[in-house]
């Protein structure tokens, strides 16, 4: 036992001095301690249970550890001047005690009900949780935060710099508190015989978790289409388009409206020609004025998102990114109709924003090949070193750890050849799912480096003025270097 609490210690060490936007007190480093907290409760909880030296005074010494990851993160945060955040003290004590909390009553359960495999079923239990909550709250919700009994939360979208603590971060823990009152209790009747009080006592306990999952709304664990659109207030119904928009007086006027519909019932016009897909029913586009209300409402403050998971096809976005962004949206809305499944997306993430980023309105497409020129010349990379990184761009790890306008350029300009060379049904095909080899009858190292050659056979078209632009976006740090991510 002691050896599993060393491994998940230096197993959290190293993921809070290797990922960079843990190093400092935030969300991801305070995750990474409640994961850790979690689980060394729980497994230390174990042993004293078996040997009857569980007493408040025995467990004193789990506060600890957690305190230690607090003064470590403290201290690095001082380390890395400008990256002091009150949010991340905030969130650190928010998550971390909570999850310590699950932990050692989940271990008192399942000690209870297997003293010999209790490790094994608290990990069971914990892990089980943690994926129940994700599913539930981004499978099924029309939103990008999901909040956690074991890792405290995700806030919203990687792009957002500025996280969304919204009050269900905090009235979650409630949730917490009653999961973990259950198992101690139920743990208690599962080793002494059974007595009716302690019956009514799980009794309340269930009525009151029932009562915060009826109420998951209102308590802010999770938002509804309902809710987002009661919220908004205004609505208009165009052809094939649902909108709602700020209904308040100062939004959006009736030719914004007007200029907004026509433009989007053209760009569906457009992108299905190319795309050869229509949508199967009315798309919902949810416009947004006021970055913070829409972050309560949804967990996103600036980020356009297309949930193509969701049942419902539907699009969120500020009114003032409408025009830029809204046409990439869609393009991962009608791409729905030949998605794989789970997602009703590709599984080669390289794919589904290459299409997007190749189809969008905005993006002069030259821009897309300079954009792989000027990276060869800048990093000194010669086809081979780019064809390791296209490769890496379409797994989803590597493709949300490369800097943002270097993997969503190279993506379009990869595909833009792709739907060019080829016929659209065969990129249809490898987005289903297919490998390259039966899609197109070649295999991807080959459709890579004829790619490579015919950009880097052509010279950069940009101005020099264009080039700096383009220049400063391909070296700006990602997310994973950036040393204070969500401190602006
Ligand atoms: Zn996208």
Redesign the pocket.
Known sequence: MRLALFVVYVAAAVALVAIVPARTLHAESAAVVAVAGCLTTGLWTIPLLRRSMASVRGLAVLVVPPASAFALLITSTALHPGCWSGDGVILFLAFVPAACLFGGSAAYLAWSLCPKRAALLMCVFVGLSALASLVFDLGLHPQMYSYSHVFGGVLGPVYDAELAVRPGVFTYRLLTVLWSGLFVVVGRMGRERFSAPRATVVGAILLLIASCYVWRVPLGFNSSSQLIRESLGGNLQTENFDIWYPATAGSLSDSTLSAIAGRQEAELERISATLGATPGERISVYIYLDPSRRANLTGVRSTSV?PVWLNEPQIHLLASRHDSSFS??LV?VLAREFGAWPFNASWKLAL??GI?VALEASQPSPDLDDVVRLAAREFEMDPGSLARRMRSLLSPGGFWTARGAIAYSASGSFVSYLINQYDIDAFRRVYAGETFREAYSVDIESLISDWIEQVLSAPITADAARQDALLAAITRPSMFESACPHVP
Do not use: G
Request: proline share 0%.
């Open positions: 297309a990439h949206e991962h589904v924003e997007a």
